[in-house]
């Protein structure tokens, strides 16, 4: 949405549909987290810019529609606007709002400056508000999610916050790791970021009763979708320009976190190229230079790593447009679609 | 408990029931939060061991004991175990677990060294793994509170935590700010310590079906005490010596946080001592020399600014007794009694 696809015409009302319901998703969300005090409304305030693609709430959305045993049924009649209910709405927000408490957090931890074209809430106002906010963001979803009344919902809600934060964990553990291998960045990245965007595909059918093996092979659809996303994530970080990316880059490198490239880069090439890569690499946690990076990246080239990671993410989205497919045939599971293709075209 | 309770004879066996019961939350607390990944583990360990006197598990259980409308009938057929239920225990250590993830981020906002006589996780581990850990042990409370499957608890739970960041976001916005008044402080404190005690004392009612009106006269009962309790914490930070507390102390001084003594005395000493006052205050925050601290306590003691502190604490626990006198005559509302006074009398 949001000028990210081109959709064919018969698309365009579903998109439209879901364009009406992020409105409230925004509304709810925004109101949700006012508070009474001053200074705490300021921050949220701040937080409201950072908000991007909305990409789990239009997962939430499409799941409800694609999945929900009246499907076929809603859209045959035009009554599809009545699935988008009250705590459907509040369901997106939610993972929304799980979504920014990272992005807060993650920006303190990556002590990162820049996030969507504007400055990160730690550069401005410090890294203690930081963490108070995004305790508050969590929080406020956690509420949020209880006011739906439906504890299963919380349940997966919090399984996920848990792996996600795990997934954090070992993330933090193998920093500056540099024989970091392939299993354990795939287990990192399906907890920190393939969890919530599966959840997101997955509870908007199990609000709206779809069979709970419906519920699940979405659930995996966008785990894999999830892992895709970030794999073309560390991807832009790594060879993307600040400016077109709209965040801060070479994050990765600084912090000593390898990612796909990187690891499929250093376990095929020769021992001299390898030597040169973790020396270059090993440079990079004091602020990549562009003649390091430079050569760097010619190197990653030269192995195939680029391509390799973009092919993995390619076929982590081909497998769960196969899953999509397995929906009701309806302009929900078109959508749905669509935005997994969009996932590895993605430029920013 | 724990020999911080020195309770009358009658009292040993409701005090052994709470003792049995603090087993089985420790042991759900601990299994809950095990991870699959060995980092997670090595991280929950350590926060295992800052248990300390386990106040809101203790609170949750009397809270359910001593306003069930079964009470009396349970104590009077020696059968007040059976409201010791699975989902009670569950509670408690939700309760526990949303505590010690306070207690994890505050020290990291605080930069404290020493927590439970021992080092913390900030200072052994990083500051980034202590913001994760506090998020994986809040993500770990609201799972295990959906998993009682009653979505008022979780709403209570949700709604309580938002409402304790915002008063830590509150007190952030108010640091260094030494022209504080009462009341803002405490908002603050209300907030920040004495909601968590709060829904302490009213969930476990509320999960035993206790009147409406009852559950919400626990909650203000506990909001009181933990007013108190603050208070008290306060005291020891500017008054204690860091051995006998077993934590960081003069933290409040260092990080411009001004409490109560200090607001009392600045508003009604004389120009002179307010302005030698705010001299120290000021000093403090590079480290408070012995010399200082020593001038500072006095003039406290002068203006009759610790007694006051003191003495509204003790103020608060009485208007708890007495919302603690009308519930049902039992062992678990004189146990609760005893708890209550024991905040003012504490040490450490």
Redesign the interface.
């Known amino acids: 949405m949001r000028g990210v696809l081109d959709v064919p015409d018969a698309l365009v009302p579903v998109q439209g549909l879901i364009a009406d319901a992020l409105v409230r998703v925004e509304k709810i969300f925004d109101e949700h987290l006012q ?1 009474d ?1 001053p ?2 409304d300021r ?1 949220c305030a701040h937080v409201e810019r950072y908000r991007g693609k909305m990409l789990r709430p239009i997962l939430v959305l499409l799941g409800a529609l694609s999945a929900s045993p009246d499907a076929r049924a809603a859209f045959d009649s035009g009554r599809e606007g009545e699935l988008l209910t009250d705590g459907l709405i509040r369901l997106a927000a939610v993972c929304e709002m799980v979504h920014m ?1 990272t992005l807060v ?1 993650d920006d ?2 990556d002590d990162a400056q820049l996030r969507r074209r504007g400055a990160t809430l730690n550069t401005l106002e410090g ?3 930081a ?6 963001l ?3 979803a ?10 299963d919902l ?2 997966r ?3 996920v ?2 792996d ?3 997934g ?3 993330q ?2 193998h920093r500056g790791d540099l024989s970091l291998d392939g299993p354990t960045y795939f287990e990192i990245v399906r907890r920190k970021t393939g969890t919530l965007i599966g959840v997101s595909c997955e509870l908007g059918a199990t609000l709206v009763n779809a069979p709970p093996s419906t519920a699940r092979a979405l659930y995996q659809t966008g785990v894999r979708l999830g892992v895709a996303f970030q794999i073309r994530d560390d991807l832009l970080d790594l060879v993307g320009l600040e400016q077109s990316v709209g965040k801060s880059v070479r994050k990765d490198l600084e912090m000593g976190k390898l990612t796909l490239p990187l690891i499929h880069h250093l376990g095929v090439c020769d021992p001299l190229t390898r030597g040169r890569s973790l020396e270059l690499i090993e440079h990079g946690a004091q602020g990549v230079s562009d003649s390091d990076l430079r050569e760097l990246l010619g190197l990653l080239r030269e192995s195939g790593s680029i391509a390799y990671a973009e092919a993995t993410a390619a076929g982590l989205v081909e497998d769960s447009r196969r899953d999509i497919a397995a929906l009701p045939d309806t302009p929900a599971r078109a959508l749905l679609d669509a935005l997994a293709r969009a996932v590895v075209d993605r430029a920013s």
């Open positions: 508070a005090l200074p705490v921050l408490a957090h303190v931890l890294n203690e508000a963490v108070i906010l995004g305790d508050y969590i929080a406020g956690y509420h949020l999610c209880a006011t739906i009344g439906r504890s919380s349940e809600i919090g399984r916050s848990m996600l934060c795990a954090e964990l070992l933090l553990h």
